[in-house]
DNA sequence: CGAGAAATTGAAAAGATTCAACTCTCGTGG
DNA sequence: CCACGAGAGTTGAATCTTTTCAATTTCTCG
């Protein structure tokens, strides 16, 4: 048992506050975990096992509706913690997730929560602000659904991905896993067709490049007009 | 200085798993606070002083957008916490908290909340598992918002309305405080216009009852019909 | 190179909003 | 105590955004 070494998570916000000792306590508990792209980690309603920090790749939260739709609730990228139920006295997980690309991940038992987030509390506390900062960020998306059309929400949905995920490409800012029409849909409450059009239009006038599971966002600045007035530009 | 009565918050989940003694210890650092119907608790952006337990009343937490768009983000009853920004490591509100009836709160100095968690470890367990049941509840409308149309997602706000503040009356249940069609409409991402007129035609089918600031629902069932399939009945 | 997934695009239809006018209700002040 | 005025609610008609339906095209991966 070589162990993991304390660097692969020594600066993530999730441990700030957190000694070298700690860390290695910590991944002592830990197991690495590898999923290929397309895999899932886990499923909705299925009993909580465990909670991860992602080391590499990226991954989709999808929650499904009863009849049958998908919503995307939110993408997960290196760093961030995710499958988090226990933290939140929860005993299943509310939604699935899907490695969208070769995924590392950590997991720790649900079981540990208690012990570890008692023994640590900076590990506690920062998790309470991610949770804090996911229940702001929900609450944008219903402020956005409420009163934004769908052009806006776009927008900001891809100025967001960019964000988070955004590569520097001689194109411009690409999103860094494959992404589809359908998935931009299912994480603005659209249609692929609507999604498709914009792309076609904003592709014309040179804010985008599209591909087949590809965005680059060549103007920032332009999109994020579009962004905001509800004017037409 | 009499002291506030255990008996106060005793029956609360959020006080769940707590002697006594510990919650004299609790009350004892609590202040009691009265809001008049229509009076503000605290606005968003606002530094973050306090959180709160609801003893008595309604209040309405509502987000505004930067264009002055408002949409209510929940109603908050009797015995339940808000404007718990401290335990997510937030220093202002995100959300301003109106009450739309005479209001007893409890409040607590958010400086207090490390160590008052600390020290009755319940009471943090059983915040988490509130603000766990936030999100999901945030996500859930996302969820709604992306795949509903208008009819189901008002069917849905009144039968969650009725479900936690429902009073039984002569007529049915009544929402047990004052209700605008303006409300309603910023619940569910709709006009006023859409959904006085959906009002009016269960009303006039006989599963709602409505009056100025008034909504009784004398039909559940038929209203779970109208929130559950897509197709028009 | 072929097949299936992904994307595009036109046309028609539907759902909801916007605009506008009007009515009703209730609390207040003369 | 009653009238009045503002807030709340209703409803028709026009308009607009987005979806739905349908037909093609393009891509890429095995």
Redesign the interface.
């Known amino acids: 048992m070589a162990g993991l070494d304390p660097s692969l998570i020594a600066g993530l916000p999730t441990f700030a506050g957190l000694e070298r000792k700690d860390l290695e306590i910590l991944l002592s508990h830990a197991q690495a975990m590898r999923f290929a792209a397309g895999s899932s980690v886990f499923e909705q309603e299925e009993e909580a096992r465990n909670f991860f920090v992602l080391l590499d790749g990226h991954i989709r939260v999808v ?1 499904t ?1 009863p009849d049958g ?1 998908q ?1 995307i ?1 939110r993408y997960i990228s290196e760093g961030e913690l995710f499958g988090i ?1 226990a ?4 005993t299943t997980y ?2 699935s997730a899907i490695a969208v690309a070769d995924c590392v991940a950590l997991a720790w038992s649900n079981a540990q929560w208690p012990e570890l987030s ?1 023994r640590f ?1 900076s590990l506690g ?1 920062n998790t ?2 991610t ?2 900062n ?3 960020d ?2 944008t ?3 956005e ?3 934004e059309q769908v052009e806006q929400r776009v927008a900001h949905a891809l100025l967001r991905l960019v964000k988070q995920t955004g590569r520097q490409t001689d194109d411009g800012i690409e999103i860094d896993f494959p992404i589809t029409r359908q998935d931009i849909a ?1 994480m ?2 659209a249609t692929l067709h609507t999604v498709s059009r914009l792309l076609s239009a904003w592709e014309e006038s040179g804010i985008v490049k599209g591909g087949r599971k590809r965005v680059v966002v060549r103007n920032p600045h332009q999109l994020m007009l579009k962004a905001e007035s509800r004017n037409k530009n």
Request: aromatic share 4%; glycine share 10%.
């Open positions: 929650r509706t739709q919503v609730v139920a933290a939140l006295g929860r509310p939604a008692a509390p506390a309470y602000k949770v804090g996911r229940l702001q929900a609450h998306r219903v402020i659904m409420s009163t299912e603005t409450g």
